[in-house]
C-alpha cells in the first residue's frame, strides 16, 4: 500500500516508516519539522515538509500521491505541558487531526491507524490495563486523543472508514539508525542517559511518595519497534474491521528501577534528585495486551527493559549529539 504517515520525521513515526518500506510498503512522510528530524526520514521515503494545521497543504499532499492509508503520529504528546497549555492539546491536536481526516475522506481513504495513548486511563480500576477497562482521559493530551477516537468511531458509520486506534504505554528503545533525539528531552530513558553522557549532571525523580514499592512511579516500556511491528499489522488486518489495541510489554517499572538498570548496564553512577510529583501523573500504567496478541499474533521482540535500554544506548553511543543538524 502507498501509506501517508503523519509526523514520519518523529521518534516512533520514523521506525514506523522504516518498517513500512522494509516490509515492502510505499511510504509518504508528512511532517512539518516542529519535533522531528529531516535525517530520521528513510531515504526511500518520499517526504512533503507541511504542517496538519493547514488544509491546503494536506490536500496538495493528497492530490500529488494518492494514498490508500494513513498513519497518524503527528501532535503534542506531552502530559505535563498539556496541563499548563491545554489549548495545544484541546485545540491544535483534535483540529489538525480533523483537518487530516476532512481530507482523508475527501479523497475516498479507507485506512487509518491512531497513535493514541496509555493516557486515556488516569487512575484503572485494575492492573494491567486491558481493552475493557473505562476511559477517564488523565489530562488534557489523553482528551485530545480520546476525541480522535470518537470521530474515527463516527467516521466508521458515516463513511466506511476502517481504523485502529493503538495505546500505547511508553516507548524506548532505538533501532541501529533511528532513536530518540527530543529537544527540550523530556522522557526518562533518554534523560537518564544523557547523564551518562555527562549532558545532565543528575536525573530528577519527579515524586518518591506513590503508593508504590519504591514511592516511584510505574510504568510499561514497550520498544519502539515493537510499537511499529504493531502498527503494521493492525493495518494488514483493517480488512476484517476497525479495532482498539492496548500497547504495552505487560511489565510495569519503577523510575528508580530504569536509572538502577541502566546503571548495571552502562556502569555509570547516573545520580538522582528528588522533585515533587507533576501533575497528571498516574502512580502506575501497565498495559494488558493480550488482545492484540491473540488476534494479530503480535509478541514484543525486547520484552525486557534491560534489551530496550541498552539499544537505546548503543543508538547514543552512535550518534552522541542526536541526528546531525
Known sequence: MRVFVTGGAGYIGSVATEQLIKAGHDVVVFDNLSQGHRLAVHPLAKFIEGDLADVKAIAEAFQQTHPEAIMHFAAKSLVGESMQSPFLYLGDNVTNGLNLLRVAMDYGVKKFILSSTANLFDHPAKI?????????????????????????????????????????????????????????????????????????????????????????????????????????????????????????????????????????????????????????????????????????????????????????WRWHQKFPNGYPK
Open 128 to 312: 494491567p490495563i486491558d481493552e475493557t477497562a473505562a476511559i477517564i482521559p488523565g489530562s488534557p493530551y489523553g482528551e485530545s486523543k480520546y476525541i480522535l477516537e470518537r470521530f474515527l468511531f463516527w467516521l466508521e458509520k458515516t463513511h466506511g472508514l476502517h481504523y485502529a486506534c493503538l495505546r500505547y504505554f511508553n516507548a524506548a528503545g532505538a533501532t541501529e539508525e533511528r532513536g530518540e533525539d527530543h529537544n527540550p528531552e523530556m522522557h526518562l530513558i533518554p534523560i537518564v542517559l544523557q547523564v551518562a553522557q555527562g549532558k545532565r549532571e543528575k536525573v530528577t525523580v519527579f515524586g518518591t511518595d506513590y503508593e508504590t514499592r519504591d514511592g516511584t512511579c510505574i510504568r510499561d516500556y514497550i520498544h519502539v519497534a515493537d510499537l511499529a511491528s504493531a502498527h503494521i499489522l493492525a493495518l494488514q488486518a483493517l480488512d476484517s474491521g476497525s479495532r482498539t489495541y492496548n500497547l504495552g510489554n505487560g511489565n510495569g517499572f519503577t523510575v528508580k528501577e530504569v536509572v538502577e538498570t541502566a546503571r548495571k548496564i552502562i556502569g555509570h553512577a547516573i545520580p538522582i534528585q528528588v522533585g515533587t510529583r507533576r501533575a497528571g501523573d498516574p502512580p502506575k500504567l501497565v498495559a494488558g495486551s493480550l488482545k492484540i496478541q491473540t488476534e494479530l499474533g503480535w509478541k514484543p521482540i525486547y520484552p525486557d527493559l534491560h534489551s530496550i535500554i541498552e539499544s537505546a
